[in-house]
């Protein structure tokens, strides 16, 4: 949603001020894609016209490719952590306490720090929004506290280890196991390896596709990095 918001348009309407989160959301229709993007699903909550199809052609896919994942990733966010609370709820009646209120159930319900994080900071964005538009007059986000994301200490396998492991998963997966030891190679990539970018004679690997799974659905783009 962070993305779709962005790239939208929103007008400011003073008959429109008491209008409900959901209604804002869906608002936001004029979107700034570069390329086509077809309404998958029809939702509740008059979320209609975020959802949009990963068919993107595939001269497109290496320059939309992440943008695309994370549009899809946020309006999962949107549509299972804010609307719940917020979808009906009149943009007036969205106050500081109320928002404050919301990350504390999120924080309660034993969801991780950085999921928490991510749904504030895309409720932030929504209400940046609407404040643009003129529907609200301050960020009812603004100086809400946040759980802190505490970095965890990285476990790194040694030689012995990553034989060990190689030795003793499913066959067929042993190769993805000392491919992402020693090659460096991300979960998507390996995923995403076709059998021709495997060239045994020169010892080499291409990397030229990636394989992210976002809200159930496998999505085919290129990597992060060449």
């Known amino acids: 949603?962070?993305?779709?918001?962005?790239?939208?348009?929103?007008?400011?309407?003073?008959?429109?001020?008491?209008?409900?989160?959901?209604?804002?959301?869906?608002?936001?229709?004029?979107?700034?894609?570069?390329v086509p993007m077809t309404p998958l699903v029809s939702a509740s909550n008059d979320v209609t016209t975020l959802v949009c199809s990963t068919r993107v052609p595939s001269a497109e896919?290496?320059?939309?490719?992440?943008?695309?994942?994370s549009t899809t990733g946020d309006i999962d966010y949107l549509k299972r952590y804010l609307?719940?609370?917020?979808?009906?709820?009149?943009?007036?009646?969205?106050?500081h306490?109320?928002?404050?209120?919301?990350?504390?159930?999120?924080?309660?319900r034993g969801l991780a720090p950085a999921t928490v994080v991510k749904a504030a900071q895309i409720?932030?964005?929504i209400m940046r929004m609407a404040v643009d538009a003129?529907?609200?007059?301050?960020?009812?986000?603004d100086r809400v506290p946040l759980p802190r994301i505490e970095r965890t200490t990285m476990r790194f396998l040694t030689p012995a280890d990553v034989a060990a492991l190689a030795d003793v998963?499913?066959?067929?997966?042993?190769?993805?196991?000392?491919c992402s030891a020693y090659g460096g190679f991300r979960i998507g990539e390996l995923v995403g390896l076709r059998c021709?970018?495997?060239?045994?004679?020169?010892?080499?690997?291409?990397?030229?596709?990636?394989?992210?799974?976002?809200?159930?659905?496998?999505?085919?783009?290129p990597p992060k990095t060449r």
Not at 10 to 28: A, E, K, M
Not at 169 to 178: G, M, N
């Open 169 to 178: 998963i499913e066959p067929r997966y042993r190769a993805l196991v000392l």
């Open 123 to 125: 409720m932030a964005k």
């Open 134 to 141: 003129g529907r609200l007059v301050t960020n009812p986000c």
């Open 61 to 69: 896919r290496s320059q939309h490719h992440s943008s695309q994942v």
């Open 83 to 95: 609307l719940p609370t917020f979808g009906t709820m009149q943009l007036a009646a969205i106050d």
């Open 1 to 34: 949603v962070s993305n779709v918001i962005v790239s939208g348009s929103l007008q400011p309407n003073d008959t429109n001020r008491g209008c409900s989160l959901s209604t804002l959301v869906t608002t936001i229709t004029a979107l700034d894609y570069p």
């Open 196 to 221: 021709e970018r495997v060239d045994r004679t020169q010892g080499t690997i291409d990397v030229v596709e990636a394989i992210t799974e976002v809200s159930g659905t496998l999505i085919a783009g």
């Open 97 to 108: 306490m109320s928002v404050r209120r919301w990350v504390a159930g999120l924080t309660k």
